[in-house]
């Protein structure tokens, strides 16, 4: 080694290449300027962020690993994982557990997140709806519940039923993986609603929801609590509540009576 200062890679240099998984070589024109003032992890987020929108790297194909893209950028490994957080968070990239890191999309993050609550909005013009505790318990998820929550440790379950003049209206249930909300068995569940529970006692940050709304059938024990017989008909509402890196943190399913709610959507736009 020379004992001379080298000049580090993408130090205003004219070009690099950086090998892409699944496509040809992408060529960047212009790498990091430590001159310029503008924080590193921003200009490289930038870069990035230029070549998805341009086209270069294609969604679904795999991105650099950390480490690769340190030696690329000359950084910390905390300089790339700012960059590479606020990708995620703005929708470019998505993580994947054990497989790394993809591209989602050329477009940006809409700046939309959707806010929902189940309660007293939830029922008809004019009734007022109460909600009780039915069940808490820890257990070993069934396998339609882990379907959605992709884990198969423990889970902490709870079951409420909101009513509306005494009539039962709704049967709500939760579902999350005990390790990721410490102390919820604490909880007085039905005193928030599950929504704001997920999004207030999850270790992990909640990056989207995926809401799916069916026409079912409530059978057993659900039936009976609704008061309507085997196999009626329901709306059944699966939301699955989602990190920055693609990982399932909760899972909530509602039964609702038919003639009894309305389900309230709110989207709000933030900066």
Sequence with gaps: MSGKNEQPPFFGGPEIIIKMEGTEDIMIE???DRESGITLYVQIYRIIRKMIEGGE???DSVIPSEDELC?????SKATIRLALADLVRDGFLRRQQGKGTFVRSPLPHSGLTMKTCLSDSMF???MRGVRESLVTSIREPAEDVSEYLKFGGTIFYAQCMGAVDGVPACIEELFVPLVLYPGIDEETICGISFFNLVRERSVRKLFRMIQTIEVGRVKDRAAELLQVGDGHPALVMHRVFI???ERPVAYIRLYGRDGKYQVH?????IK
């Design 30 to 32: 212009k790498g990091i």
């Design 71 to 75: 030696k690329f950028f000359s950084v």
């Design 265 to 269: 959507t709110e989207f709000e736009k």
């Design 243 to 245: 990190d920055s890196e």
């Design 124 to 126: 008809q013009d004019g």
């Design 57 to 59: 790297w294609q969604p």
